[in-house]
């Protein structure tokens, strides 16, 4: 586990090749500012596409027009794939979407960054494709995504489930979060709500041992668009093989937004493993987050036996500035539809900038629309030494509970002398850090309704930093025997950005 680093991506997510909005170029450009590693998954066939009722004749054509837009660019689509892969520095994939009412829908994954497009008719034409493939010495997966839908509505049929193509699943996307019914992030898409049985928990509890992702599942060239899911994994190294296997191992944790790093082990085995049985399990838990935690749990068989709560890590607290402090930076708001370009520099004195995390958003569309933009690469940045520069646009908040700001995390070392310079959009600020550890500071361009910028709370690393320690002791009697055990983590921050991780499984 230790030669393991932590990685990000978003493996789901589309453009307007298919149905969508933005170039395939913009959607690299984008990926490659805030993510380790994507791919742009353009969709591609509907063999039970509902067309037998007039409301749903609009539905069927633009579906059909997306799938032949998608056949017409694939051979630019693999070009594109692989132009953007650089070894080490950021690593791409191929793949399609494979929409199914009966089973739910699926991604197609190429490791090598080639294949075709696959339209089999059911499932199982589906997996004796892949297994041809495979035996021509193709690598592919099968990834379900938006799981929680009911069965019959493009969610899973966990009895048609299986782990031969699809070590892990999709439980977080633009969609909402399909971890168990009352997870944060309900589905509010016109599709409909999420469904009990279509749940990750409710495939667990069936005995499936499959891992679990995040993606954005964004439709307008921005993979990793902020807030909408991402990928953490744990791999031997930033390439193709080591990212899938890496996958296939089940070393993976669904994101919300935040970049938070959680370690998970068991025995000193790594999220993924299945162990043979065994009374005592000693589990070992790592966080390290992208703001101040709210709490960690430990969950055994679905249900919570451990928590660590944030009144414990703030116990911990004493000097803040023993360690490093994160302060997110945002920038929008004014009125709604109003087209803001941002021009901000950050710059620490009397300390050190160690690093930035950006945390940029795509615009909030997925029907089509009467006008498209000229791109949807609008953002980008820069750090040079303890100075970070970056540029943006934001539109206005769309509802006052559905953000479209952008920003950027940063992490600082220093103490009650340093500062941050800011310029933005040429308006000059200068902000004590030590006025941050009190709270939040808040300012406007111009009068009312004008845009604004927002410093976060600076978060004190021990606020954002937690271990967990527990030994865990099997209740099976001698001569009983029981199913596979479970374990998994949950994590939230104060910010409600979470994290979930794939499980450990113990024999029974």
Not at 172 to 192: I, K, N, Q, V
Not at 258 to 268: G, K, T
Not at 501 to 507: A, G, L, Q, R
Request: hydrophobic fraction near 35%; proline fraction near 4%; aromatic fraction near 10%.
């Amino acid at each position: 586990m230790t030669t393991h680093q932590a990685y990000f991506g978003d493996i789901h997510n589309h453009c307007a090749i298919g149905y969508g909005h933005g170039t395939i170029d913009d959607s690299f450009q984008n990926a490659r500012m805030q993510l380790d590693f994507a791919c742009v998954t353009c969709h591609a066939w509907w063999p039970d596409l509902p067309d037998n009722e007039e409301r749903l004749a609009a539905v069927a054509a633009y579906h059909r027009n997306g799938f032949a837009v998608t056949a017409r660019a694939w051979q630019q689509v693999q070009e594109v794939v692989a132009a953007n892969h650089v070894p080490d520095r950021f690593v791409t994939f191929l793949g399609h979407e494979w929409h199914n009412c009966a089973v739910g829908d699926h991604n197609v994954y190429y490791r090598d960054g080639v294949g075709e497009i696959l339209r089999a008719a059911t499932l199982d034409e589906m997996r004796a494709t892949l297994r041809r493939l495979q035996a021509d010495g193709v690598a592919v997966m099968l990834l379900p995504h938006h799981i929680g839908y009911r069965q019959g509505y493009r969610g899973i049929n966990w009895a048609a489930y299986s782990a031969e193509f699809s070590p892990v699943v999709e439980i977080m996307s633009m969609h909402g979060c399909a971890e168990s019914a009352e997870a944060p992030r309900p589905y509010l898409h016109t599709m409909g709500p999420r469904n009990w049985e279509s749940t990750y928990q409710y495939g667990l509890a069936q005995g499936h041992i499959v891992g679990v992702k995040g993606s954005t599942d964004h439709h307008s060239a921005h993979p990793g668009s902020y807030g909408h899911g991402r990928l953490g994994l744990w791999a031997e190294g930033l390439t193709r093989a080591a990212i899938w296997e890496a996958i296939q191992a089940r070393r993976t944790y669904a994101l919300t937004g935040d970049n938070i790093r959680l370690q998970f082990a068991l025995n000193e085995q790594p999220m993924g493993s299945v162990l043979a049985a065994t009374p005592e399990r000693a589990v070992t838990v790592d966080v390290r987050g992208g703001g101040a935690l709210d709490y960690v749990e430990l969950l055994h068989n679905n249900r919570v036996i451990e928590r660590l709560s944030r009144h414990q890590l703030l116990a911990s607290l004493d000097d803040p500035y023993a360690d490093s402090l994160q302060i997110h930076f945002e920038v929008g708001w004014a009125e709604r539809n109003e087209d803001i370009d941002w021009d901000v520099t950050l710059a620490v004195t009397g300390g050190e900038l160690q690093a930035v995390e950006p945390r940029f958003r795509g615009h909030e569309v997925v029907a089509p629309s009467a006008e498209e933009a000229a791109s949807y690469a609008f953002s980008q940045w820069q750090q040079q030494g303890d100075k970070v520069h970056f540029r943006t646009r934001t539109w206005g908040n769309p509802t006052t509970t559905t953000p479209s700001t952008q920003g950027v995390n940063l992490t600082i070392s220093g103490d009650h002398n340093t500062v941050i310079q800011a310029t933005v959009n040429g308006q000059a600020v200068t902000v004590p850090l030590a006025r941050l550890l009190d709270g939040p500071l808040s300012g406007y361009l111009g009068g009312f309704l004008t845009p604004c910028y927002y410093f976060h709370r600076a978060v004190p690393a021990a606020e954002a930093t937690a271990q967990l320690h527990f030994t865990h002791r099997s209740s099976t009697r001698h001569g009983q025997s029981r199913q596979r055990d479970w374990y998994y983590v949950r994590v939230r921050q104060t910010n409600d950005q979470w994290a979930w991780s794939s499980p450990i499984w113990v024999e029974g």
